[in-house]
């Protein structure tokens, strides 16, 4: 969730969606995003909208988060009025989310459920810090309803780490692996960033292990992305760290694929492996396949039918606008039929299932077959899956292809 929001067109005082964006609403999965914005420190990568207890300011507090978020799930209902609407997914992110007590997160899902009900087997997905959770927190989580938890592991060296200025120990991320299955969670992610400056390959392949032996059965795997306005930013500006090599990003990510699928685990997304489809982050695959979320919190996007908004940016802001019943969107745009066709090959292309090819140029398909970027099998029965190299590149197929 970038920090810096974008332009676009107002958003009415009481959150009401054009008719286009509620035609056919309850036909489409629902899911539902919480941001949490609140960290202990800031990682220097990082560049999502998060706040630490210093950057906060009057208007907002962990304390009283719990209460306003839920204010805007009801204010969810209003808009998308009584149709039957069973969530999914629903999805704890942030920031951290488990700086928040585990009755207030709780509390949030039960909004979620008293609203809009939980569909049978629905998944709850919240993001966590290895340090920020115990044994105890993590049966009370269960206890509310959670059933699939994600660490941000990131690095197993603890220079990479430092660099990252991440707070965990290496040795923390097992064990609250262990603690999350003990407690009954059904899934658990490990998140890892690749191509920090002062990694080296052997450091990679060291993380990778140490992710595998806490047994997740899903890991994602990112490169690392120098994002403007960080203090990583800074620190390659001034010459302090070097910027990361195409060419070393390329190699771990090969060594990932070779390591991860060796391991029984399957990518199905290019940053995404999984022991088998079960395992699969059911959220994320709604995102990528066009759903409908709301997502709540400062900051937070939703997309409704392709209608798309964004709500405005610090804590404080959001609370004020909830507490005098208005909407906290800041802007939305609605997607013409081009902008949904671009939007639908950029993120169904990544996927192993890939995107149909009646949505893509014949010529430029066949172009990419024959440089090796695009399976040709499933092509000939009128899917575009990347070829492993075509996902090294896949940024650049994409471009090539819408």
Known sequence: M?????????????GALPGSALDGLGTRP????????????RCGYCDFNTYTATELGPGASRESYADTAIAEVRLARRVLGDADLPVETVFFGGGTPTLLAPDD???????IDAEFGLAAGAEVTTEANPESVDEGYLGKLRAAGFNR???????????VLAVLDRTHTPGRVPQVARWAREAGFEHVNLDLIYGTPGESDDDWRASLRAALKAEPDHVSAYALIVEEGTRLAGRVRRGELAAPDDDAMADRYLMTEEMLSAHGLRWYEISNWASGPQAACRHNLLYWTGADWWGVGPGAHSHVGGTRWWN???????????????????AREVLDAEDRRIERIMLE????????????????????????????????RGRAVLTLRGRLLADAVVRDLT
């Not at 405005?312 to 800041?330: Q, T």
């Open 349 to 380: 292309l990544r996927l192993a299932q890939g995107c149909p090819a009646e949505l893509l140029d014949d010529a430029a398909v066949r172009r990419a077959v024959a440089e090796g970027l695009i399976e040709p099998a499933p092509y000939e």
């Open 312 to 330: 405005v940016k610090h804590p404080a802001a959001y609370a004020a606008r909830l507490a005098e019943g208005r909407s906290p969107a800041h």
């Open 2 to 14: 970038p920090a810096i929001l974008p332009d676009g067109d107002p958003v009415p005082a009481d």
């Open 149 to 159: 938890i994600s660490y941000g592991m990131q690095s197993t060296r603890e220079h």
């Open 30 to 41: 629902l899911a539902f995003y919480v941001h949490v914005p609140f960290c202990v420190t």
């Open 105 to 111: 997160l709780g509390r949030i899902l039960a909004a």
